[in-house]
């Protein structure tokens, strides 16, 4: 194995500017475990921790990078770890970050919580051979799955479950419009969707993407050209009367078509702003039609223990999976950056140690 090392942000830069240095591991405090990791799986909170924020105060040098899986290779002094897992055995990452303490984390609202942070974005991610992490953030991987998989899951499913059951408060028959089908956090949504009873309407920028959304379980595949004609689209295909949720993540672009798409008293659920975070839309219509919009941000840890208990119900035939677009070397990091930049892809973008 090559030697230890890690990619660090020096300053904000573009997509792919993280610079490799050697990394000697430390060690981890009562609480904490070190992991040896085999895989890391990007997001966009990787390219925007990378590119900075405006108004938001990173703690620069950072090692990016979110989502991971690997070999649980050190443990602070007195850590009890999360049932089913030891020392030397394999474990995924919760990527979210609390104070286990205040009322908001007692209740489970660790989102909530007024300390919360995401690994790789206020303290050293998975864009590394090891990472330090709290023992409570450690999850069994599921039955049959290697650590790409399990590197590839967390972060997206843990936030399309709660935008879908907990924000949207999604009922069986009801229909979603999931924007970016392509995309991790919705190719997860389509899954999702389908598993919860409900039908997915997935908007795909190609016809090479609209195909695999089918594949994933999608009720109707549109894709986006005209935005007008994709809002008529929907209405027909709702039998006039627009979807019950929409699954938001792009915001400027997509933000007034998922008002007009909605059905009256539907929910409008939102996760991100991937095409840019201001834009205007109708208090009328949000008045009229008795639009419900909520604002979500990640999920509560214990919510990945519930769907790795639905994926150990069927092990064999599992009711959802995370979509792999591609493997890099982590040495390749940077260049992993850069593709899931591009848009180009179907699914998360994966990094191996090798
Ligand atoms: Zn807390």
């Known amino acids: 194995m090559a030697a230890p090392f890690r990619f660090r942000i020096l300053q904000h830069g573009p997509a792919g500017s993280p610079v490799r240095e050697p990394l000697t591991p430390g060690d981890p405090k009562p609480g904490w475990v070190r992991l040896e990791l085999k895989a890391m799986a990007l997001n966009h909170l990787d390219l925007w921790t990378t590119e900075g924020i405006p108004g938001v105060r990173l703690p620069l040098p950072l090692t990016p990078g979110s989502d991971g899986a690997g070999i649980i290779e050190a443990v602070g002094e007195g850590t009890v770890l999360p049932p089913g897992l030891e020392a030397g055995g394999s474990a995924m990452i919760a990527p979210g970050l609390s104070c286990g303490v205040c009322p908001a984390c007692l209740r489970g609202d660790d989102m909530l919580c007024p300390s919360y942070g995401v690994l790789g974005h206020v303290c050293d991610g998975t864009a590394a051979t090891h990472v330090?992490?709290?023992?409570?953030?450690?999850?069994?991987?599921?039955?049959?799955?290697?650590?790409?998989?399990?590197?590839?899951?967390?972060?997206?499913?843990?936030?399309?479950?709660?935008?879908?059951?907990?924000?949207?408060?999604?009922?069986?028959?009801?229909?979603?419009?999931?924007?970016?089908?392509?995309?991790?956090?919705?190719?997860?949504?389509?899954?999702?969707?389908?598993?919860?009873?409900?039908?997915?309407?997935?908007?795909?920028?190609?016809?090479?993407?609209?195909?695999?959304?089918?594949?994933?379980?999608?009720?109707?595949?549109?894709?986006?050209?005209?935005?007008?004609?994709l809002a008529a689209k929907v209405r027909e295909l709702t039998g006039k009367r627009g979807v019950d949720v929409v699954f938001e993540h792009a915001g400027a672009a997509t933000w007034s078509t998922s008002m007009a798409a909605c059905a009256r008293g539907g929910r409008v659920v939102t996760c991100g702003a991937t095409t840019g975070p201001e834009t205007p839309f109708s208090l009328q219509a949000l008045f009229a039609k008795q639009i419900q919009i909520r604002g979500s941000y990640m999920g509560r840890r214990e919510h990945l223990w519930t769907l790795l208990a639905l994926l150990r119900k069927n092990p064999t035939n599992p009711p959802f999976r995370p979509v792999i677009d591609c493997v890099f070397d982590l040495a390749e990091y940077p260049a992993a950056q850069r593709h899931l930049e591009a848009g180009q892809g179907f699914g998360k973008v994966v990094c191996r140690v090798s």
């Open 132 to 229: 330090l992490v709290p023992a409570a953030n450690l999850v069994p991987i599921p039955p049959n799955w290697d650590f790409e998989q399990a590197a590839a899951f967390p972060l997206v499913f843990l936030t399309a479950w709660e935008m879908l059951v907990h924000k949207a408060a999604l009922r069986p028959g009801e229909t979603v419009l999931v924007w970016g089908g392509g995309s991790g956090v919705g190719s997860a949504a389509i899954q999702l969707v389908r598993a919860l009873g409900g039908s997915a309407i997935a908007v795909v920028g190609s016809e090479a993407k609209a195909m695999k959304c089918w594949d994933l379980g999608a009720e109707h595949v549109l894709v986006r050209d005209d935005l007008k004609a």
